[in-house]
Each structure stands twice: as C-alpha cells, then as structure tokens.
C-alpha cells in the first residue's frame, strides 16, 4: 500500500520489559514524527525526524523512550523498562517537507498506530 | 507556548443537522490551522486546512476560517451525514518550529 505502515497494530507487555515499534513512512517523505495518543486525548508529539537524524525529540517523556531512522526510511520507537504509564497507541506520521520549508505546505499523513499495552 | 482547546463530546446530531465543533488556539510566530479527521478503524487524515487570517478551509462539505482576532477555526458543515461519524481533532502548526500540537478531539455520532 501506499500509506504510513505501522507494526505490530497491538502490542502487550509486561511491565519492566523491552519493546520495538516499527513505522514504514510513505516513500519519498523525508520527515517523520512519532506521536503518542492516551484514551481520550489528542496526539502528544514525541520526537520528529528529518532524514536521518532527530530534528526535535524535545517530546520524548524520559530516557527510557528513544527512537532511530538510520537510512531515512523506516524509523524503530524503542521504550525501555515498559510502565504501566506507557500504555497508549502510538501513531507514526510522514511528509513530504523538506528542509527549509514550512511544515503548513506539508500536512501529516498517519499510520493507524500502534497500541501499546503494559501489563 | 502553543495549545489547541477544542470542545469536548461525545456530539450527536440527526442527518441533515448542522454541525459547529468549536476550536480555539494560542500560538507563537503565526500558526497555520488543521482539522484532522478518524474514522472507526482508521488513522488521523488530513480534512482541511489555513495558512494565514481570514483563509477559509473546505472539504468534503466541511468548512473553517482562520480568525486571528478570536483565535479560533471553527469547524462547519450544513447538513451532516451518518458517514460524517468520526472523531475530529483541530490542530496547529507554528511557523517558529515543526511540531503538530493536536486538541483533545471531539467525538461526533450522526444517527440517523
């Protein structure tokens, strides 16, 4: 398809464990957000990607959240030591922006997300 | 700092009722204005946007006008449709950064 891919869609884990979400953007989009979505609430943005390295990760909660995307493809939401707290879907995100341009000429295009359970 | 308040639901209106979904916003720089659409099932999907003041945003039959003097881009549409059931989040972009900020959402329920 030709849409932001995310795996796995759900996700359960214990608490204290070490989990891996995946985001497949749409070919071609150099910038990619992840987001993170609690019952009821609106995306919280986490960390943007432009390219390869980390533009913005001023959203991440804490340290044990990191994220990569070392071709400037496909981007790898890691989360360590999992809380109950971490519980959320998680929405990956592309556009087309390049550097230097405006992110309102750019709108997002979603993934369905992936929803994260912490036993 | 930038927010988004958007009125809060669940809405639930009959078809061809005329559907209003408040938004209102504080930004720095001059922010451009979203509405983001989920359907049951599906991811966020852009609905329609503004750039600047007094832009007015359509789509699908919906509509918002950048109003700079009440912060606000309101959602509309005349005559709503069971397939309009959805959950809308109005959000904003700043022209000093690249981050998205997102309301709450506004669930909306047409019956018909």
């Known amino acids: 398809g030709a849409g932001v891919s995310q795996t796995p869609s759900n996700k359960v884990t214990e608490k204290g464990k070490y989990v891996e979400l995946r985001c497949d953007p749409i070919?071609?989009?150099?910038?990619l957000y992840w987001y993170r979505q609690s019952l009821g609430q609106g995306p919280e943005f986490l960390i943007y990607?432009?390219?390869?390295?980390?533009?913005?990760d001023s959203g991440l909660p804490n340290d044990r959240f990191f994220a990569v995307r070392p071709e400037g493809s496909v981007s790898t939401l890691k989360i360590q030591r999992t809380e109950r707290g971490d519980s959320a879907v998680y929405l990956c995100?592309?556009?087309?922006?390049?550097?230097?341009?405006?992110?309102?000429?750019?709108?997002?295009?979603f993934g369905n997300g992936t929803r994260l359970t912490v036993t | 700092g930038n927010s988004v308040t958007q009125m809060e639901g669940p809405v639930t209106l009959s078809e061809e009722a005329f559907l209003t979904i408040n938004c209102t916003y504080t930004a720095t720089g001059y922010p451009s204005l979203f509405w983001y659409v989920q359907y049951p099932g599906e991811g966020l999907q852009l609905l329609l946007k503004a750039t600047k003041a007094d832009d007015k945003g359509s789509n699908k039959g919906f509509e918002a006008t950048y109003r700079k003097e009440t912060t606000s881009f309101h959602l509309e549409k005349g005559s709503v449709q069971v397939s309009d059931s959805a959950v809308y989040f109005c959000?904003?972009?700043?022209?000093?950064?690249?981050?998205?900020?997102f309301g709450t959402g506004t669930s909306l329920t047409v019956i018909p």
């Open positions: 959000a904003l972009t700043s022209n000093t950064g690249n981050q998205f900020y």
């Open positions: 990607f432009q390219g390869t390295g980390a533009a913005d």
């Open positions: 070919s071609g989009h150099t910038a």
């Open positions: 995100a592309s556009s087309l922006m390049a550097p230097g341009t405006q992110s309102y000429n750019s709108p997002l295009h």
